[in-house]
């Protein structure tokens, strides 16, 4: 991996709602298969930037990942001591390349230090590739939930994941 892809992580800002709505889309366009429509929009990225929920991850001055901490208890369906960790997007050109798995370190460590226990997270059932990658980062298989954001083009659903966290940071490049 290219270590000098990304330089500095960052909480969004106001002015970040027009391009994070694009690279969400971006990165989520392989779903386009089998669910209707985009991923998100402005209206949601521009709330969950005002909740300060929403981490950037910049190269060259511009935004490459984001990603989508919850704090425990701030997420409904969600174990009370959890983190919720959703929406880790990585400019499709720059997938690959270990940024999104920088970015998920990074905000574990900090979900960690904010004292939450464990990480959680939604995956879609169709979406196997990701399964196996976050149980190479470490996360479990803890339930599944229904599906019900969008319309779908194929039966599909949530398969549930999860991860213990422990205090201390680690380094992010790895």
């Known amino acids: 991996m290219d270590t000098s892809l990304a330089t500095s992580v960052r909480r969004s800002q106001p002015s970040d709602t027009a391009t994070l709505t694009e690279l969400v889309n971006r990165a989520y366009s392989i779903e386009s298969t089998f669910i209707e429509g985009d991923r998100t929009n402005a209206g949601e990225i521009a709330a969950l930037i005002e909740t300060g929920a929403l981490w950037v991850l910049e190269h060259a001055g511009g935004i490459c990942a984001a990603v989508l901490l919850q704090a425990p208890g701030q997420r409904a369906g969600v ?26 370190r990074i905000v574990e460590d900090m979900a960690a230090a904010a004292g939450a226990t464990a990480m959680f997270l939604r995956i879609i059932n169709l979406r196997e590739e990701l399964g196996r990658w976050y149980q190479r980062m470490g996360y479990l298989e803890v339930g599944t939930a229904p599906y019900k954001h969008r319309a779908v083009k194929r039966p599909c659903h949530f398969i549930e994941m999860a991860k213990p966290l422990t205090a201390g940071p680690r380094d992010a490049a790895g």
Not at 90 to 99: I, R, S, T
């Open 79 to 104: 174990p009370p001591a959890h983190a919720y960790l959703g929406m880790l997007s990585v400019l499709p050109e720059l997938q690959g390349q270990g940024l999104g798995r920088r970015l998920v």
